[in-house]
Each structure stands twice: as C-alpha cells, then as structure tokens.
C-alpha cells in the first residue's frame, strides 16, 4: 500500500500487498492514448480509430526543442518536424536523452520573430487549428507552448485511455512506481478509461490524480478484473462520478451493483460483463432515480427486467440501448414502452427475437422518438417500416443495417418521412434500383448509407445526384458503385462526401 505522508488524510483504499509508493516525477505525462469522450450518434463503418497516440513520458520532460521561426508558414509538418531529435520516434524515446533549454541567441529568426513564436495571444488562437493528436506533439516543443497548450480549453470532450502497464515506471531496482498524472491534472481531464486494471491498480490511481476525489466525472473500465469491493470503493471514494461505463469486467457479480451504485449517476453502460442478468437491472432501476442513458449489451437479460424501470426513470430516461440483448422479445417491449414512455433514442440493435409486432408497440407508445437502431433484427419487415412511417414523425435517424427481409416496397413507406436526415440500409440485400427511387423526393436526407447493398446497379445508384442536400453517401461494397460513378458524383454531389 502507498504509505501515508505527514498530514495528509486520504484514506487507503484496499490493501496493497505491502508496496510503497515511490515519489514520481512532476508533471509526468504518462504513456497513454486520448481519445473523444462521447462516441457520435452516426455508426459510421469508414470512421478511422479515434485514438491517437500521446508521447511518452520521457519527451514530456524535454526542453531542448528549439522553437521554429513565424518568418515561413507554420505548417503541421514544420512544427512536428522541431518536436523530436533526429532518429528519436514518438514513443519509448530513451529517458536519459535531453539536453538544457536553447538560449534566445540560438533560436532562429529575428528577435521579434522569436518574440512572435512565444507570444501568448497569437498561439492561443493558433492552437484552436490543430487536432488533439497534433496538440500532443506540439506540447513537446518548449515550455511557452506547453503552458499555453494544457490550459483545459483545449482538451475538453477528450478522454485519456490508460492501459495497465501505462501506469507504472519500473525502476532500477525492479520495483514499480505509479506514474505521475499531474500532466493530466493541469489539463483538467475529468474522464478516464482505463484498460486491463486491478483494484490495486484503481486505487492507485485515485490516490495519484490530484482530481479524482471531485473532479472526475466520467469512469470507463474495459476488459477490467474489479471485483466487487473495488468498484464499491471506486464509487464511494470518486464522489463527482456521474457517468459510469463497464466492459469486459467478469468479475464483479450483481451483488457489486446492489452495493455500490449511487443514485448521483445519470448514465450508465454496461457490456459484455457475463455476471449481467435480470437482477442487475433490477439494481440499477431501484438505485438510479436520475438515469437518464443506459446502454446495455447482456445476453441474459429477460422481458422481466424491462418491467423493473419506475416512474421517475420514466420521467428521466431519455435514451436506452439494448444491444445483443438476445433473450428480450415482443413481451419485453411491451413492458419496456409502458416504464419508459419519453424515450427519445432507442436501440435494438440484435435483438433477434423482436418482430413487427414489437416495432409496432414502439412506434405507437414513443412518438418522441428521434433515433431508432433495428440493425441486426432478422424477423424485422416491409411491415414494420409502415408502422414507423404512420407513427413517428419525428424520427430523424433509422437503422435498418442486416434486416435481409426489408424490400423496395418498405422504402416507399419510408419516402413519406419528412424529418429523417440519416438512414442506413448496410447489408439489406434485397434493395433493388427501384427501391431507391422512393428514395429520390427525401430532400431532408443528409445521410444514406447503402453499403453492401448486392443488387443495386450504377443506373439506380447514379439517381441520387436528385439529392442534392445529401452530405454522406456510403458505397462501401456495392458492385454497382463504379470509379465512373465516383466520378460522376464529384461532378454532381460537389458537397458530399461519398465513401468508396
């Protein structure tokens, strides 16, 4: 366990194995990965992975990087080009590399174009052009900018991804030290995910991050081996935790959520986590008053547990995702409408056992709905598609990826919709040409996602240049899209983007 110093009076949090803790050195960046807080509404198959690498912990300390001149144009090239030596990557970059800070003398350009590359104003309005990833690198350059650069401004919506073995140096000795995450800190992260930990390992953590007590607000854990009573302590001890994920974690039981969930959370996702059944659902609903998002992935939970939501839930809870959730059926929707009538996002995407009849009850019971997901629902038809067209009229995302019963004649249903903006149709192998010429009056369409479509042809598909408020149009794996229709929507679709 970390000893305890001279006046302060943070309490352990579970026994430790007898390990000391071992000073860090100051503003450690840890090696980690940042990624953006909140996944976007869109499921976007194109989507490049969102987590760019950070720099080790070593480069954070280097202060020989000299600052380039304003005189040319500051390119991204420019700036990464000054913020490693020759031969050093990014990443695992030798400790013992680094030299002292370059006197102004030895910084190239004029006086006052050195004056310029350190002048507060202008870097942070420069800074707001560069992404996240970019942002890291630059931080590296020289201390002016780093102090510029970890103001919080700069890093809000962004979440640090903390794998196991990132959180600890090992020393000469062979002992471990927990890094340093003051680096973070002044940044003011209030979100983490942390990968592959231990209880040892979380309660390190909050006894390290200067913020954990009140200032972190969103907890991820993924592929973790917390146990009951760490994620009693996590909760007890991280007081400003209001949005909690869980994925991955097989070994905390049921019995964990009864005893640590706190009604301060308001959005709650839990997947993948076999010890998942009905009686956790009966927890969450008992002891989440506030909930306004879960998402849920359990391949346990039963129509029952659809029953358990109260009526402040329903007044509360505004989005709901039951992914993969294989045992709920028609029964379980009908109990599901009934608690939480003011849904506005609803997911039921794998939901096998739910038929028409289902999305008939949610069209007839939700009309606030804005975004519904059917994806990967196989008894799901032409059938369906009219009772959402007669009944949601506010609906402005669907989909319908892999339902392999849907035809032309449900997206004549659909064409009367006049609010959706986003509608995907991944994989609904019988949507022919003719289908999509219903398609062709939706001027409120943005998004269209008919990728791995097999029967549409480059005729049919050449038609969607009549929609000209289109944004995003996904091809990925369509026979029909051809590089001369590619190039024939360069021509036509000047302001959208179609994905190859």
Same mark, same amino acid.
């Given at each position: 366990?970390?000893?305890?110093?001279?006046?302060?009076?943070?309490?352990?949090?579970?026994?430790? !194995?007898?390990?000391?803790?071992?000073?860090?050195?100051?503003?450690?960046?840890?090696?980690?990965?940042?990624?953006?807080?909140?996944? @976007?509404?869109?499921?976007?198959?194109?989507?490049?992975?969102?987590?760019? @690498?950070?720099?080790?912990?070593?480069?954070?300390?280097?202060?020989?990087?000299?600052?380039?001149?304003?005189?040319?144009?500051?390119?991204?090239?420019?700036?990464?080009?000054?913020?490693?030596?020759?031969?050093?990557?990014?990443?695992?970059?030798?400790?013992?590399?680094?030299?002292?800070?370059?006197?102004?003398?030895?910084?190239?350009?004029?006086?006052?174009?050195?004056?310029?590359?350190? &002048?507060?104003?202008?870097?942070?309005?420069?800074?707001?052009?560069?992404?996240?990833?970019?942002?890291?690198?630059?931080?590296?350059?020289?201390?002016?900018?780093?102090?510029?650069?970890?103001?919080?401004?700069?890093?809000?919506?962004?979440?640090?991804?903390?794998?196991?073995?990132?959180?600890?140096?090992?020393?000469?000795?062979?002992?471990?030290?927990?890094?340093?995450?003051?680096?973070?800190?002044?940044?003011?992260?209030?979100?983490?995910?942390?990968?592959?930990?231990?209880?040892?390992?979380?309660?390190?953590?909050?006894?390290?991050?200067?913020?954990?007590?009140?200032?972190?607000?969103?907890?991820?854990?993924?592929?973790?081996?917390?146990?009951?009573?760490?994620?009693?302590?996590?909760?007890?001890?991280?007081?400003?935790?209001?949005?909690?994920?869980?994925?991955?974690?097989?070994?905390?039981?049921?019995?964990?959520?009864?005893?640590?969930?706190?009604?301060?959370?308001?959005?709650?996702?839990?997947?993948?986590?076999?010890?998942?059944?009905?009686?956790?659902?009966?927890?969450? /609903?008992?002891?989440?008053?506030?909930?306004?998002?879960?998402?849920?992935?359990?391949?346990?939970?039963? &129509?029952?547990?659809?029953?358990?939501?109260?009526?402040?839930?329903?007044?509360?809870?505004?989005?709901?995702?039951?992914?993969?959730?294989?045992?709920?059926?028609?029964?379980?929707?009908?109990?599901?409408?009934?608690?939480?009538?003011?849904?506005?996002?609803?997911?039921?995407?794998?939901?096998?056992?739910?038929?028409?009849?289902?999305?008939?009850?949610?069209?007839? !019971?939700?009309?606030?709905?804005?975004?519904?997901?059917?994806?990967?629902?196989?008894?799901?038809?032409?059938?369906?598609?009219?009772?959402?067209?007669?009944?949601?009229?506010?609906?402005?995302?669907?989909?319908?990826?892999?339902?392999?019963?849907?035809?032309?004649?449900?997206?004549?249903?659909?064409?009367?919709?006049?609010?959706?903006?986003?509608?995907?149709?991944?994989?609904?192998?019988?949507?022919?040409?003719?289908?999509?010429?219903?398609?062709?009056?939706?001027?409120?369409?943005?998004?269209?996602?008919?990728?791995?479509?097999?029967?549409?042809?480059?005729?049919?598909?050449?038609?969607?240049?009549?929609?000209?408020?289109?944004?995003?149009?996904?091809?990925? !794996?369509?026979?029909?899209?051809?590089?001369?229709?590619?190039?024939?929507? /360069?021509?036509?679709?000047?302001?959208?983007?179609?994905?190859?």
């Amino acid at each position: 366990m970390s000893n305890q110093r001279s006046g302060d009076t943070k309490p352990p949090c579970l026994p430790r !194995n007898g390990l000391v803790k071992i000073p860090t050195q100051p503003n450690g960046l840890g090696s980690a990965s940042i990624t953006k807080g909140t996944p @976007a509404v869109k499921n976007r198959l194109c989507q490049p992975s969102s987590v760019p @690498a950070i720099l080790s912990p070593a480069l954070a300390h280097r202060s020989d990087l000299p600052i380039p001149s304003l005189a040319s144009p500051l390119s991204l090239a420019t700036l990464a080009s000054v913020s490693s030596p020759p031969g050093a990557s990014l990443v695992g970059l030798n400790a013992n590399e680094g030299s002292e800070q370059p006197s102004p003398e030895r910084l190239p350009g004029s006086p006052s174009e050195r004056q310029l590359a350190v &002048d507060e104003k202008i870097l942070n309005r420069l800074f707001w052009y560069f992404s996240a990833c970019e942002k890291c690198v630059l931080a590296q350059v020289c201390k002016a900018w780093r102090r510029v650069l970890y103001q919080p401004k700069f890093w809000v919506g962004l979440t640090p991804v903390l794998h196991t073995k990132e959180l600890y140096n090992i020393l000469p000795s062979g002992e471990k030290e927990f890094v340093s995450l003051q680096g973070f800190a002044v940044r003011g992260f209030d979100g983490f995910c942390l990968v592959g930990v231990s209880d040892l390992d979380i309660c390190e953590f909050i006894d390290n991050y200067p913020l954990s007590k009140k200032g972190v607000k969103s907890m991820s854990l993924k592929r973790s081996t917390i146990t009951d009573a760490g994620l009693e302590v996590m909760l007890e001890q991280m007081q400003g935790v209001v949005r909690l994920e869980l994925s991955g974690c097989n070994d905390f039981t049921e019995a964990g959520l009864w005893s640590s969930l706190n009604a301060r959370i308001t959005a709650l996702s839990v997947s993948d986590c076999i010890n998942v059944a009905d009686d956790a659902i009966a927890a969450i /609903s008992q002891l989440l008053p506030n909930l306004t998002e879960l998402n849920l992935q359990a391949y346990h939970v039963t &129509d029952t547990a659809l029953a358990y939501f109260t009526a402040k839930q329903g007044y509360t809870t505004h989005t709901l995702r039951l992914n993969s959730c294989w045992e709920i059926t028609n029964h379980g929707v009908v109990n599901m409408v009934h608690s939480l009538p003011n849904l506005s996002v609803l997911s039921l995407s794998g939901c096998s056992k739910v038929t028409d009849d289902g999305v008939e009850l949610v069209a007839e !019971n939700l009309r606030k709905l804005r975004s519904l997901d059917l994806s990967w629902c196989p008894r799901i038809t032409d059938m369906a598609l009219e009772y959402i067209a007669c009944d949601l009229h506010k609906l402005e995302e669907l989909v319908l990826d892999r339902c392999v019963r849907i035809t032309d004649t449900g997206l004549s249903y659909l064409s009367t919709m006049s609010s959706l903006r986003s509608l995907y149709l991944r994989w609904c192998c019988q949507v022919q040409d003719f289908g999509l010429k219903h398609l062709l009056g939706m001027s409120s369409l943005r998004l269209l996602s008919l990728a791995g479509c097999p029967l549409l042809t480059t005729t049919g598909l050449s038609g969607l240049v009549q929609l000209q408020e289109l944004e995003e149009l996904e091809l990925t !794996n369509c026979p029909g899209a051809t590089p001369e229709l590619f190039k024939y929507f /360069s021509q036509h679709l000047p302001c959208c983007m179609v994905i190859e």
